[in-house]
């Protein structure tokens, strides 16, 4: 099972079959939880096994350019991050604290 937590923690409805309640649903489906990590959700297993596939980074294989967008779509103040680790550190920041 995995926790998922939407990217607005107020959030309270379905999204891909997924219920959410106050920004958090629950699921084992490894399609939908590698699906909500690809979108930008954040996601926690509840128990990892060796065997188990390791969680999709959302932030993979995008550009500078992509995460200044993703901030930017989100609200996200990067200050003068610059570099893709500056800007992922400051998006991680963000959505840890809301």
Same mark, same amino acid.
Do not use: C
């Given at each position: 099972?995995?926790? /998922?937590?939407?990217?607005? =923690?107020?959030?309270?409805?379905?999204?891909?079959?997924?219920?959410?309640?106050? $920004?958090?649903?629950?699921?084992?489906?490894?399609?939908? /939880?590698?699906?909500?990590?690809?979108?930008?959700?954040?996601?926690?297993?509840?128990?990892?096994?060796?065997?188990?596939?390791?969680?999709?980074?959302?932030?993979?294989?995008?550009?500078?350019?992509?995460? =200044?967008?993703?901030?930017?779509?989100? $609200?996200?103040?990067?200050?003068?991050?610059?570099?893709?680790?500056? /800007? /992922?550190?400051?998006?991680?920041?963000?959505?840890?604290?809301?």
């Amino acid at each position: 099972m995995a926790k /998922i937590y939407a990217p607005n =923690k107020k959030y309270t409805g379905v999204s891909a079959t997924v219920s959410f309640v106050n $920004g958090i649903g629950e699921t084992d489906n490894e399609h939908l /939880i590698k699906w909500f990590a690809s979108k930008g959700y954040t996601v926690e297993k509840d128990e990892m096994h060796p065997a188990d596939p390791p969680l999709v980074n959302p932030f993979e294989g995008k550009t500078i350019e992509e995460l =200044k967008a993703y901030a930017q779509e989100r $609200g996200i103040d990067i200050g003068k991050a610059s570099t893709e680790e500056g /800007i /992922i550190k400051k998006i991680e920041e963000a959505q840890k604290a809301e």
